[in-house]
């Protein structure tokens, strides 16, 4: 049974790769770390009556930029991936076709979840301050 669940999870997921794995004790120390925060100070609340369910523009602005930059950082982290490997010659720091997926997965994440998330909260931010009040 085991053997199948990983035979089935090696076609969907890298596995094996240290790289890897300690991408996913990073998330997850940053989970505990953020969850313990707002625990300990008490956040929950202001976190969700004040930006989570909130209708003010300028708020939804904040978040949209504030999940842009978070994404710039995962998408600056395969950049150093990337330059990593490629500053050295005959470097094998990474397989090819591993590198191909964080080239891939770079330009997916830079174009889609950095620099379109980052206009539309300038967009959220500045336009209905240009329109004014009654339009």
């Known amino acids: ?15 094996g790769d240290p790289l890897i794995y300690g991408a996913d004790v990073s998330i997850g120390l940053t989970l505990l770390a953020i969850l313990f925060v707002l625990t ?4 929950w609340g202001l976190l969700w009556r004040e930006w989570l369910t909130t209708v003010d523009h300028k708020k939804i602005g904040i978040l ?3 999940s842009a930059f978070l994404m710039l950082f995962r998408g600056g982290v395969d950049a ?3 330059r990593t490997q490629l500053a050295v010659p005959e470097f094998q720091f990474m397989q090819p076709d591993h590198y191909n997926e964080i080239f891939t997965t770079h330009g997916v994440i830079m174009i889609l979840f ?13 336009v209905p301050l240009r329109s004014g009040p009654g339009t």
């Open 114 to 126: 950095m620099a379109m998330p980052f206009m539309f909260g300038l967009f959220n931010v500045v």
């Open 40 to 43: 300990y100070f008490k956040k």
């Open 64 to 66: 949209y930029i504030f």
């Open 1 to 15: 049974m085991l053997e199948n669940v990983k035979s089935f999870a090696s076609h969907f997921f890298v596995t």
């Open 80 to 82: 150093l991936l990337m």
